[in-house]
DNA sequence: TCGTCCAAGTTGTACTGTACAACTAGAACG
DNA sequence: CGTTCTAGTTGTACAGTACAACTTGGACGA
């Protein structure tokens, strides 16, 4: 096997690892919100407020299943639904105070976490693993969108 | 925000999408296959063989989850269980020769899609991130063993 | 030898995340 | 208008997971 074979089977063999273990640690370091719905969350402040349609083609979701993660979102006081005066069928979600708050504080945390794990890392490793991961994400949008 | 904590955040984001990806399109590719299962039957090509109760520790899975995959293993010829004459409780599992095909036909059709996602990168590169990748989850041994 | 405790695994139950299909309600356009 | 498209909800099903209760078998001290 070539070196770059080897890498590329490393890698492979890595994201799996890390991929197997995310949602699993994710819920154990936040019971009170998936990693699904701070995605979510975290979707609506960066474009502040979106329709559930736009979640579900954005991260590749059922809109049945976008429509159930919405409404428990909403139970829990963390979104509000505006309806759309311009057309009735929308509905833009948006952020709640408590959401707002809810998303800052699992992402502090979070934040804490990485943070931690990569402690020891010196700067420039830290800014080019940053730069490949995104560049790895970015390649994959053709075969599954984001 | 200084450019190490920037580098992190981008590192935790992209992780994150990274993870929300992965089973589902894990699971698109191999249907007949999960992520879990893939990762269980690699495990025991690996070691050759071992207890339900290995496996339950190595990736901090409930006993009775790693029951049930394992009968599901079974039920599908992809493994088989071999009782352990010095302990009764005992059942070693092993591939079958059905469990190795399938696991090396996945492996392969896994392999080329990150292959193929990874074409373009130069050799040095493909190092470079194989590395921090096995350096990343290394890390995380403490919090989240493997 | 026996009783108690421990270890391996199974089974009952429940919950989450997900998809697909069928449906409702509203919009658009001929 | 009526047809067709779009946004969203609801019914149903399934995978993966955990926890608790249980069964079976081993270990070890009294």
Redesign the interface.
């Known amino acids: 096997m070539s070196?770059?074979?080897s890498?590329?089977?490393?890698?492979?063999r890595?994201?799996?690892?890390?991929?197997?273990?995310?949602?699993?640690?994710?819920g154990r370091m936040h019971p009170e919100l998936s990693?699904?719905s701070?995605?979510l969350l975290g979707h609506l402040e960066e474009r502040d407020g979106c329709r559930a349609t736009d979640l579900a083609a954005h991260?590749?979701l059922d809109k049945s299943t976008v429509s159930r993660q919405v409404a428990a979102l909403e139970r829990s006081g963390l979104i509000e639904r505006r309806l759309d005066p311009e057309d009735h069928r929308v509905q833009v979600l948006h952020l709640t105070e408590a959401g707002r708050e809810i998303l800052a504080q699992v992402t502090r945390s979070?934040?804490a976490?990485?943070?931690e794990?990569?402690a020891d890392?010196p700067?420039d490793?830290?800014?080019?693993?940053?730069a490949?991961?995104?560049?790895?994400?970015a390649?994959?949008d053709g075969?599954?969108p984001?």
Chains 1, 2 share one sequence.
């Open positions: 070196s770059a074979e890498a590329v089977e490393t890698i492979q890595e994201m799996t690892i890390f991929a197997r273990r995310a949602r699993a640690s994710a990693l699904v701070y995605t991260y590749a979070r934040r976490a990485f943070r794990r990569l890392w700067e490793d830290l800014a080019r693993f940053a490949y991961l995104e560049r790895y994400n390649g994959a075969a599954d984001d």
